[in-house]
C-alpha cells in the first residue's frame, strides 16, 4: 500500500530577536511603522506540509510518495530528501518560481512574526493525481488553492480515499467550497480552533461532520484529540514530550502517524496513540524534520507509554 501525501514543500528560516517587539513597536506610531531587529541566532529548516507529513510517515516504515511543486532553488531540500531514502517522483519543479518560504522572527515573549512566499506552491495544480491505483490513501493538505480542489476531485474520481486537512490553508474556501471537501473526502482532520472556523463556515456541526465521512479527527494540543466515527467518541491521550522545544510542525507529525495507522488496518483507538506518540517526539526537538528513531524504539516506547502493542 501507498500513500500520496499532497501539500506544500517549504524552506522555513527561523531567527530569534533576543528582546521584545513589544519594546520596539510604539502602538500610536504603527501608521508610520518601520522597525529592524538584529537576529544573532538563525536556522534553516526543511518544511512544508507535503514535506513533513512524509518523513514521519518514512520514519514509521510507511511507503509514502509527497506531491508538491517546488522552485529553482529546491537543490538543497531535494538532496535532503534522497538522503532521507524518500521518494522524489511526484515533485514537479516550477523553474520560474522559488520553493516556498518562510520566514519567522520569533521573540523572548514566544510571539511571532511571519512573511510567507508561496512561490512554487501556486502552481501545485500541475500535479495529477495518478490514476493507475498504485495509490491506496492520501491527504490532502495546504498547498496551492486551485491544486487542493483539483487533488481532491481527482481522488474522489479515481476512488482514492483521502484526508482532508485543510490546515492554515483554510480561510482561503468559502463554506460551499469546504462542504465540497467533506462530501469527497472519505476523513477530516483539523486541530481545536480549525473545527470550529470548518463548523462556522459549512453550518455543520461535529457531529454531522463526522456523519459525512468515516471520521472525523480533532487534535487538541497538549489536550490530546479526539476521534469521532460511527456514531462514537474516542478520546486519546496526549504523550508527554519530556521537554518541549518546538511545536512547530507537531500537527504534520501526527497525521504522519494517522496514515501509518490507517494504511495498516488498525483500530481507530491504535492510529490515534501512534499519531499521539509520534507528534510527542517531534516536540522535543527544534524544527519540523530533525527528529529520528527506529521503528523498533518506537514500539518499545508505544509499549511503555500505553502498555500494549500494535
Same mark, same amino acid.
Given at each position: ?180 471537501? @467533506? ?6 482532520? #483539523?486541530? *481545536? ?7 462556522? %463556515?459549512? =453550518? +455543520? ?13 480533532v487534535t487538541c494540543g497538549s489536550e ?11 478520546? @486519546? ?6 521537554? #518541549?522545544? *518546538? ?7 501526527? %497525521?504522519? =502517524? +494517522? ?52
Open positions: 500500500m501507498s500513500a500520496l501525501i499532497c501539500g506544500s514543500l517549504a524552506y522555513d528560516t527561523i531567527m530569534v530577536f533576543p528582546g521584545r517587539f513589544k519594546e520596539h513597536i510604539l502602538p500610536e506610531k504603527v501608521h508610520i511603522l518601520s522597525v529592524s531587529f538584529m537576529v544573532p541566532q538563525i536556522r534553516r529548516e526543511y518544511g512544508g506540509c507535503a514535506g513533513n507529513i512524509a518523513y514521519n510517515l518514512h520514519l514509521l516504515g510507511g511507503d509514502g510518495y509527497m506531491m508538491a511543486t517546488a522552485g529553482r532553488d529546491f537543490d538543497l531540500y531535494s538532496d535532503w530528501i534522497d538522503q532521507c531514502g524518500m521518494s522524489q517522483r511526484y515533485v514537479k519543479i516550477i523553474a520560474e518560481e522559488y520553493t516556498a518560504q518562510a520566514f519567522v522572527t520569533t521573540d523572548l515573549d514566544d510571539n511571532q512574526i511571519t512573511a510567507f512566499h508561496p512561490g512554487a506552491m501556486n502552481s501545485s495544480h500541475a500535479n495529477d493525481i495518478p490514476d493507475d491505483g498504485s495509490i491506496s490513501i492520501a491527504i490532502i493538505s495546504p498547498d496551492g488553492k486551485d491544486g487542493m480542489v483539483q487533488h481532491a476531485r481527482q481522488c474522489h474520481e479515481a476512488g482514492i480515499p483521502f484526508i482532508f486537512d485543510p490546515g492554515q490553508g483554510m480561510p482561503m474556501f468559502n463554506g460551499e467550497e469546504l462542504l465540497s471537501f @467533506i462530501e469527497q473526502a472519505s476523513y477530516v482532520c #483539523v486541530n *481545536d480552533y480549525e473545527s470550529q472556523l470548518l463548523q462556522e %463556515r459549512t =453550518g +455543520l456541526n461535529t457531529k454531522q461532520i463526522a456523519e459525512r465521512v468515516q471520521a472525523m479527527v490530546g484529540s479526539v476521534i469521532h466515527t460511527n456514531g462514537d467518541t474516542i478520546e @486519546i491521550p496526549a504523550v508527554w514530550a519530556g521537554a #518541549v522545544q *518546538d511545536p512547530t510542525g507537531c500537527g504534520d507529525a501526527y %497525521r504522519g =502517524g +494517522l496514515i501509518f495507522g490507517l494504511m495498516n488496518g488498525l483500530d481507530w483507538e491504535a492510529c490515534g496513540r501512534i499519531a499521539a506518540l509520534i507528534s510527542a517526539i517531534k516536540v522535543a526537538h527544534h524544527g519540523t524534520q530533525n527528529h529520528t528513531f527506529t521503528l523498533d524504539e518506537f514500539k518499545s516506547r508505544f509499549r511503555k507509554e500505553f502498555g500494549c502493542s500494535f
